[in-house]
């Protein structure tokens, strides 16, 4: 999950800064915004906050859904694309979707999308 989880950061914008072994949230201003720890979006308590916090702002469209069962399905949209996938719980079920979308974006050696 710290892959998963610093792939999400990384795409929202959080960049680590090793001189400062810490984290830091691009700003338009130029200004540090550090962190000791980028937020956990997998958390089934709190991850789906993080993910409100965070990833929902620079998405075109979001929904969250409970499907027959036990799974939660989520649905995310971003520049005209959209992608799907459904989970045990609502964060996993968006954080899939998302890692999903960038990886759509950027080709990358690790594949960290489950299949549905």
Not at 17 to 37: F, K
Not at 61 to 74: H, P, R
Request: charged share 20%; proline share 4%.
């Amino acid at each position: 999950m710290d892959e998963l989880n610093r792939k999400i950061a990384e795409w929202v914008g959080f960049e680590y800064l090793s001189h400062l072994s810490a984290w830091n949230l691009r700003q338009t201003d130029g200004l540090l915004d550090l962190h000791e720890e980028i937020p956990d979006f997998t958390d089934p308590e709190w991850g789906i906050a993080h993910l409100f916090k965070w990833v929902v702002p620079k998405l075109d469209y979001w929904l969250i859904s409970q499907e027959t069962g036990k799974s939660v399905g989520a649905v995310v949209q971003y520049l005209g694309q959209s992608f799907t996938h459904l989970d045990e719980t609502p964060a996993l079920a968006m954080c899939y979707a998302v890692i999903k979308l960038i990886d759509s974006q950027v080709p990358s050696s690790i594949s960290s999308a489950k299949t549905e």
